[in-house]
Structures are given as C-alpha cells and as structure tokens.
C-alpha cells in the first residue's frame, strides 16, 4: 500500500553516523506528500551535507538561531508551522539536553516551542544505548509525551552488533502513517472538492455573486488531506488560504470556469464533492466596459449556467462516489432525496438556513446527510471542521 502522509513534518537531525540514512527519510517522506523543513545541529553536518537534505527537501536548512548578519530563525514561527516534529537521528547528547531542558541551538528551542506530537528515532552505539543515563532521559521523554521509534537491533557503525541502529526510513514512515492517517480508506484516493461562491461577471466591475465563503469546502480539503488523499481544491474567489499539506489548488472565477476546472479533473477523481455555490444564471452579455448610471431602470438579461453537478452525475466512472450540497427552505427532505436521484448522487449533504449558527460565513454548521439507501442523518450544529469529519466518515463507508 501506497502511504500518503500529507504532513508538515519538522525534522531534527542530530550527530551520529547514522544521519546518512537521514537522506532517504526525507525523500521517502516527500514522496509519501509530506513537507519538510529539516533542522540540523552543528555536530550533524559532519555526517551529512545540509545541501543534500535541502536540496531533497526543496527547503533550506536551518542550524542556527541566529545566522548570517544577525537573522534570527524564528524558532517559535518553525514550531507553530510543524503538525509533527520528528528528530532522526537522535544522539544521546542531544537525547541529555532534551531531557534536562538546556537550550543551545535551534532545535532543541524549536522542540521546545512544539505543541504538535513529537517524535523520536534514537542511534547510537550499543553500550551507550544500554547506559542507564540513555534510559533515564528517554523515560523522562516519554513521560513528558514524546513517543519513541526504534532503534533496532543489528550491526552497528562500531562493528559491535545489537540494539541501537536508527529504525529505517522505511519503518519510520510506517509508524508516523499508521499513527497519524491510521487505515483511512482516503488514503491514497483521489478527491476533488469544489468550494466557494461563483462570480458572474456583469461588466468589468460589478458581478452577481452569492454569500458562500467557502469555509465548508475547504474544511472538507483540508480534512481528505489529512486522511491521505491527494486532494484538488478547485475554488471560486474567497478570502480562506489553506496551507495544509497535500491540497492542490485552483483558482477559479464563474461557473464556466468551475464547470471546465471540474470537468477536468472529473474522470480521475474516486471522490467528487462539489460544495461550491454555483450561480444558477448569469449576464446573457457582460457589459466590455463600465456600464454609466443612468436616470432610467436598468435590466440585466440573465441565462442559465450549466449544472456541473448533473453533468458529473451524468459522466460518473464506475466506483466514483459523487456528492452534492443542497439548500433549500421549504419541504427540504423531499427536495434534496429528488436532487439525490436526479444527478445520480452517492450522498446529498442539506444544508440549514433556519438554524443560528448554521450556514453562510459561520464556523459552524448544520446539516443532514441523505444517502441512497439510509435514512436522512441529522448531525447537530458543529464546527465546518467536525461537520467535514462527518462527511468523509460517511463516504468512506461508501468507498
Ligand atoms: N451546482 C452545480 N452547478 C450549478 C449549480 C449548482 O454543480 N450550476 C451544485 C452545487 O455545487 C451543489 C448542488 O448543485 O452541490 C446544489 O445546488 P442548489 O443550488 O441547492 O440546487 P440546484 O441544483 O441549483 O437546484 P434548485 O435551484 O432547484 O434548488
């Protein structure tokens, strides 16, 4: 199995042979999506070049709280970026100042800056392992929340064979995939998530627009990454910036350019999820310059736009799941099960208008999930980011 981990993972490398392995961890952990800002100490550039691990990377490396003519590498900035830091190779120097709080280089301050979980992957040669002093500060780790990968048993860079080696790169990836994605069946699936409110455009300056602001379907994004989906945001204009890993964006304007960004990426997807308030009509002919006030009525002739939703219902490869959103106001229930099977949905997700809190702008909402062959699911009012733990929960059963 493919493991996605679609992280900002923070790692630390310190002094010990074992920092060679270092370079196939971080392209293992690039490859599996995640992003990584390596931090070395002094003593780990003796083992392997920082160009290396930056170049693998696509970021520089860090050493240095201060470097250059006096730029401060914001230690507090780094750890609020990480969801994860791990420190591979971890040397029982740097394993003591851990344990004891000293704090003379960047990452240590940086470990000590993090609130995300924190990882560590111990080496070192085998008596040194074994030292009871090495116990001591790992249990005052652990204690403290760090969780422990490895090492393993094996020849050591000594010539002396037992425990001690850094778990591979490999093994790594493993544990923080199964810790942090689990066996989400998102995992490695492809998902399009559609957001925002369309703009139709009526001259250069004026638009119609609608109140969605897109907070929905980007909870949705930001949620299917961290399941392990590769995850393609095509959204109208909004003021939200995700800076979640795994989220390919695009930026889209009207409902042509939905319909076309959509269609797309349609046939690939294995999960489509359009949340976008799509405009239903727009300006027959945009004005090419400013239309002028005049004293006289003005009228825009309007046309229907295409319904992207009922195109994709209609073009659904076999095994795709397709969802809808739905928002109506009287006889909601009925409406939404007709829309269901209509555009040949998977799942219709209707939203609330009547309900505080629920809706356009909010950071909660209220909505019921309509399957094919359930019953309706009320949720109650939740954050977007507990509302899009719903949804995905709900599709993965279907997938
Ligand atoms: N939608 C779409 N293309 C459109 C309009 C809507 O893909 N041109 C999608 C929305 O992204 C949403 C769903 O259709 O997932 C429902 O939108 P809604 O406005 O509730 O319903 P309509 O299908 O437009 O039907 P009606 O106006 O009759 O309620």
Redesign the pocket.
Known sequence: MERRLNRKVLLGVSGSIAAFKVAALVRDLVKAGAEVQVVMTRAAHDFVAPLTLATLSGRPVLTELISGEGTWNDHVHLARWADVMLIAPLSANTLSKLAHGQCDNLLIATYLSATCPVYVAPAMDLEMYRDASTHANLDLLKARGVRQIGPESGELASGLSGEGRMSEPEAIVARLHADLIGNSKLNGKRILV?AGGTQEAIDPVRYIGNRSSGKMGFAIAEEAALRGAFVELVTAPTNLTSTAAGIQRADVVS?AQ??DA?KQRAATSDVVI???????YRPKHAATGKIKKKDAALSVELEP????????GAHKPAGQVLV?????TDNAEA?AQG?LER?NLDLIVLNSLQDAGAGFGHDTNKVTLIGRDTKAEHLALMSKAGVARAILDRIETLL
Do not use: N, P, R
């Open positions: 559609s409902a939905m319909a959509c359009m949340s976008a308030a799509v405009a239903d736009t295409e319904d992207i939703l009922a195109w994709m809808g959103f739905a928002l109506e409406h829309k555009k």
